[in-house]
């Protein structure tokens, strides 16, 4: 399995796969190999292991074991690229504790 990212929003998978697909996008772009998918909001701490970063789309003041990146910029576009970038770092990090 490739390297996870997982998206998840307070009320379902909209705006969560909005993100999760213009995300994917970009990665693709970049030659990045993960895979960006959108969860549940009440499955994200099942998915927390072997995830690289999570990109949340709800203010949450939780404490997460992975990176948390802020989804809102991905939807709005204003702070997007400081977002993509932790993103990137998060997905480097990952590949180097773990391939």
């Given at each position: 399995m490739g390297i996870?990212?997982?998206?998840?929003?307070?009320?379902?998978?909209?705006?969560?796969q909005t993100v999760a697909s213009k995300v994917n996008r970009m990665l693709?772009?970049?030659?990045?190999?993960a895979l960006v998918e959108?969860?549940?909001?009440?499955s994200v701490d099942r998915y927390m292991d072997g995830?690289?970063?999570?990109?949340?789309i709800v203010k949450n003041?939780?404490?997460?074991?992975?990176?948390?990146?802020n989804g809102i910029?991905?939807?709005t576009g204003m702070g997007k690229d400081q977002e993509f970038d932790k993103l990137l770092k998060a997905i480097e990090d990952y590949k180097k504790k773990n391939l």
């Open positions: 996870r990212v997982i998206v998840a929003c307070g009320s379902g998978v909209a705006t969560s693709k772009e970049k030659k990045v190999d959108a969860v549940d909001l009440k995830s690289a970063a999570y990109i949340t003041a939780k404490e997460y074991p992975i990176p948390v990146i910029a991905f939807l």
